[in-house]
């Protein structure tokens, strides 16, 4: 019995050497190839979500220069148009979730960029190609710039710009509270994004009161005293 368990073993062997499962020389040259192209594609599309995050964390530092930000904002959608073709629609299958962090990011460089030049907050429809996900993370990531911008305009006792910036940022909060189903990451940038709207809210306190501290010594003492 154990030699025909042998020669059982021996035979499957052979067929599995000789028969027509065994792959040929021509079919391992194509698989080989296919593998080749695919590493070469992954390398390309990490190299464009290089670049597309490259100009989107660009344009947010010049735009605090107050240099114009629309040519830098085309490119980066261009890039970001020709990588979700390439993905079918769908940023999750390329670069190894590279690309819905730069789409974000795009997201985020356009919000702000939207908010200086109209005073309004960014829609989701002028967010694309971003989906929704990247948009909301985009928002959030925004209140920090405005943060930013309102502390260098706090200096200067731009008072209106400040103000704008806690309402778009308290607008944004509200909203975002009311959704249900967030992302644990999403949530994260949330509260995040609560931290930034009391930061702006004791810029908003700490002008007025600065305001009224001048106003006070302007007019001078008080006659009946």
Known sequence: ????????????????RGGSGRLSLEEWRLMRLEISRADEMREAVIKRCRDLQK???????ELHRG???DARISQASSIAQELMQLAGGDPELLGGGALPACLEELSEATAFATFLKHRRILTLEEARPAGPEEYI???LDMTGELVRLSVARATARDVITVQECALA??????????????????RH????ARG??????????DL??????????????????
């Open 169 to 186: 940022v308290d607008r944004i909060v509200a909203q975002l509270e009311g959704l249900d189903g967030l992302a644990e990451g999403v």
């Open 67 to 69: 240099m114009p930000a």
């Open 208 to 225: 007025a009161l600065s305001r009224r501290r001048s106003v006070g010594r302007d007019l001078g003492p008080d006659p009946g005293e």
């Open 196 to 205: 930034a709207l009391r930061k702006l809210e004791g810029l908003v306190t």
């Open 1 to 16: 019995a154990g030699c025909g368990e042998v020669d059982v073993v021996a035979t499957a062997r052979n067929e599995r």
């Open 189 to 192: 940038k949330l509260d995040v």
């Open 55 to 61: 100009l989107a964390k660009k344009t947010v530092f």
């Open 137 to 139: 993370g985009g928002l």
